[in-house]
């Protein structure tokens, strides 16, 4: 099935900095969603991507999928502490089972 | 509006004991989903159910592990003869056919 490696594992960045994560997979994905995990708590979905080159925004965060449908990377610009957590990227596979990247925590100093 | 609910919230068991982890999808919800989560890692799959049906189950251990969803009730998740390693957090998630999945609080089950 379809594998998704996540970069980086872990990121510390000074509140107001920008962060960014990015998913990689060696076969073309049909789909990409994005969850946020805060300490303790549950995955909480944020969007799903399907199309080539795909570019969706919520607030401060930009959501892309690679032209190739290979890779995608979420962007927070000018980061603020409610942002702490791991973000996870996920492929839908077969009747509906979602594979999970390795998520990357972010810290924030504030 | 109740959310996916899952009980117990934190469960300790000592090893050779069961666990057995509810899960109460959304309203409107007949499709249910768990996965495990260990501790610094990203979920995993386990098992993917509709009403009294497994659907996919790739993600369970072959032995101690079983899940079901029957007609009326929650899903139940069991752990026959804990060992350590089944220590985690185990999440539940419900949607619609097709629909996005909305995930519950989780379990924490600590095996000592």
């Known amino acids: 099935g379809q594998q998704v490696m996540q970069i980086p594992q872990y990121q510390h960045v000074q509140e107001g900095e920008d962060f960014t994560t990015y998913c990689n997979s060696s076969?073309?994905?049909?789909?990409i969603q994005w969850y946020k995990q805060r300490p303790g708590g549950h995955p909480v979905f944020l969007i799903q991507?399907?199309?080539?080159?795909e570019v969706k925004k919520q607030k401060r965060l930009t959501f892309q999928f690679g032209e190739a449908k290979k890779n995608s990377s979420l962007h927070i610009t000018a980061t603020q502490t409610t942002d702490v957590g791991t973000y996870f990227c996920?492929?839908?596979?077969?009747?509906?089972?979602?594979?999970f990247g390795q998520g990357t925590r972010l810290t924030i100093n504030p | 509006n109740a959310g996916v609910m899952q009980n117990p919230r934190h469960l300790v068991r000592r090893r050779g004991q069961e666990a057995r982890l509810r899960c109460s999808p959304m309203?409107?919800?007949?499709?249910v989903y768990w996965y495990r989560q260990l501790p610094e890692e990203g979920l995993k799959f386990m098992v993917y159910?509709?009403?009294?049906?497994?659907?996919?189950e790739s993600g369970m251990p072959k032995e101690r592990f079983s899940a079901e969803f029957p007609k009326e009730g929650p899903s139940i998740l069991r752990i026959q003869q804990v060992v350590r390693g089944d220590s985690a957090a185990y999440f539940c998630?419900?949607?619609?056919?097709?629909?996005?999945?909305?995930f519950g609080p989780g379990t924490r089950l600590t095996v000592l």
């Open positions: 076969t073309t994905l049909s789909n």
């Open positions: 996920a492929v839908i596979q077969g009747a509906q089972k979602l594979v």
């Open positions: 998630a419900s949607s619609r056919p097709n629909g996005e999945q909305f």
């Open positions: 309203k409107g919800h007949s499709h």
């Open positions: 159910l509709q009403k009294e049906n497994i659907i996919d």
């Open positions: 991507l399907v199309k080539s080159g």
